[in-house]
């Protein structure tokens, strides 16, 4: 059983919707993450309209601490985009194009 105490986490709310106005009336981007299903809807709606940065899905792993690796990933994914676009899978065995489109698949759901 979990006891909260609601007076304080009204107030502790308050402090932090004081401080994501300061920091968006100072221009910095905010990244919202919500993965719980209640709660993704609501944050990628406030994440959109406000313009910032939000994460639904499965966090990926490193996305904070290893950012060099993910900057390659995301690169990986936009040329997979490309590709798929450009009809560049068209020309490859059924096999190697289920593979990129599984690949393309997960890196959609991660990245987008």
């Not at 990628?44 to 950012?67: C, I, M, Q, R």
């Not at 936009?78 to 560049?88: P, S, V």
């Amino acid at each position: 059983m979990h006891v909260i105490n609601l007076v304080k986490a009204s107030y502790k709310l308050e402090e932090v919707k004081e401080e994501l106005k300061s920091l968006a009336s100072e221009g910095k981007k905010i990244l919202f993450v919500a993965t719980k299903l209640q709660a993704r809807d609501a944050f990628s709606k406030l994440a959109s309209d406000t313009g910032h940065y939000y994460v639904t899905e499965k966090w990926v792993p490193g996305l904070l601490t290893n950012f060099k690796t993910i900057r390659k990933r995301i690169g990986s994914y936009l040329k997979l985009i490309r590709d798929n676009e450009t009809g560049a899978f068209d020309v490859l065995t059924k096999k190697e194009k289920a593979s990129k489109l599984l690949e393309l698949e997960k890196l959609d759901k991660a990245f987008k």
